[in-house]
């Protein structure tokens, strides 16, 4: 049935049932509530029409990691009211326009990126970045930054802090790497309360990220197929 009106993107509802049926499964084994974990889709490199039939399949919430093509996605269709998650690298000159079309950036990592994203038009969600591994080079702050920059992000009312946000590693398990993200959650929560969110969970790991508690699981090529080259 789903193959029928999805002619374009044969597989993609089936897929995104299958998703949402392991997400499922995996809140059922960690005892947590579904409705608490938000599975954004991320549509990178992807088409507009492949996110316009995601939104036809009831999603609604998306992610992007590159500025411009996020922008122009946003633009085409924004009849849709989606939820558009910023996940990627961004630079402090692109902050304010991506805060026009964003409702979340999960890629926080410094000072004066939030410095730029000051004075908006309406408030942003923000998940501070936090590296996982001992190499500098992988996105995101040292766990040693995390509670100065959780106190910057406070002192800006443009932006809700949410919590944190993380990659595994590649080299690591898992299930190790997410406990140590809980650990800094739990750190970043004793300067911000409000901040418990936990942005972590991919194709390949996102069982395991509900396991260690995550509430935003940022998925593509489960649900997307393979991607495309970049443009
Ligand atoms: C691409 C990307 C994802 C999704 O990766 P998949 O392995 O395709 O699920 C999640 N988070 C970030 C930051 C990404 O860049």
């Known amino acids: 049935m ?4 999805l002619p374009e993107f044969p597989g993609l509802a089936d897929r995104l049932a299958a998703v949402r049926e392991g997400v499922t499964d995996a809140c059922r084994a960690a005892r947590r509530d579904p409705e608490d974990v938000t599975t954004i889709v991320v549509t990178k490199f992807h088409p507009a029409a492949l996110v316009r039939a995601l939104a036809g399949l009831g ?7 590159r500025h411009q093509e996020a922008q122009e996605k946003a ?3 924004e009849d849709l009211g989606l939820n558009w998650h910023f996940v990627g690298q961004l630079q402090t000159k692109k902050a ?18 939030i410095d730029a994203l000051s004075d908006l038009e309406r408030p942003l969600d923000a998940f501070l970045q936090v590296n996982l591994t001992d190499d500098p080079g992988r996105g995101g702050i040292a766990a040693d930054e995390l509670e100065s920059l959780a106190e910057h992000a406070l002192q800006n009312p443009s932006l809700r ?10 080299d690591e398990e898992p299930a190790r790497a997410f406990e140590r993200l809980a650990g ?11 901040a418990r969110d ?4 991919m194709t390949h790991d996102y069982a395991e990220a509900i396991a ?7 998925i593509g090529s489960a649900i997307t197929g393979n991607r495309p080259e970049p443009r």
Do not use: F, K
């Open 2 to 5: 789903s193959e029928l009106s």
């Open 59 to 65: 999603v609604c919430d998306v992610g992007e990691n």
């Open 75 to 77: 633009a085409e269709l």
């Open 96 to 113: 304010r326009q991506a805060a026009r079309y964003a409702h979340a950036i999960h890629s926080i990592d410094r000072a004066r990126l």
């Open 161 to 170: 802090l949410r919590g944190v946000m993380a990659v595994a590693p590649l």
């Open 184 to 194: 800094y959650s739990e750190r970043v929560r004793a300067v911000a309360p409000e």
């Open 198 to 201: 936990i942005s972590a969970g």
């Open 212 to 218: 260690a508690g995550a509430t935003h699981l940022r």
